[in-house]
């Protein structure tokens, strides 16, 4: 069983920064990829951004590049998303999850954490 517990949210005006984290336990966290999505409210889930075992490979979702950042840290079981420049329309509830490969769809996505609320003010 794997438990993957985020934290890091919050209320911020535009223009401001967050650091998500999400720490892991269970399956080995170092052979797993990672990734991000998120959930405005009244919308469809979306790919924010996803990063492979090793680091070596990431994604991210256009809408967020050049703003975010994804990382990780194995020897501490947790991945991060540094969020940069954010905007009202980031307004949403961000889920970390594993999967066994990277990927940006989220079916392929076997474990999710229960979310962080991001609200962003203009």
């Known amino acids: 069983q794997v438990q993957l517990v985020e934290s890091g949210g919050g209320l911020v005006q535009a223009g401001g920064s967050l650091r998500l984290s999400c720490a892991a336990s269970?399956?080995?966290?170092?052979?797993?990829?990672m990734g991000w999505f998120r959930r405005p409210t009244g919308k469809e889930r979306e790919f924010v951004a996803v990063?492979?075992?090793?680091?070596?490979?990431?994604s991210y979702a256009d809408f967020v590049k050049g703003r975010f950042t994804i990382s990780r840290d194995n020897d501490k079981n947790t991945v991060y998303l540094q969020t940069n420049n954010l905007k009202p329309e980031d307004t949403a509830v961000y889920y970390c999850?594993?999967?066994?490969?990277?990927?940006?769809?989220?079916?392929?996505?076997?474990?999710w954490g229960q979310g962080t609320q991001v609200t962003v003010s203009s």
């Open positions: 990063i492979s075992w090793s680091g070596g490979t990431i």
């Open positions: 999850a594993s999967a066994p490969k990277v990927t940006i769809r989220s079916y392929e996505y076997d474990y």
């Open positions: 269970g399956r080995p966290f170092s052979r797993s990829a």
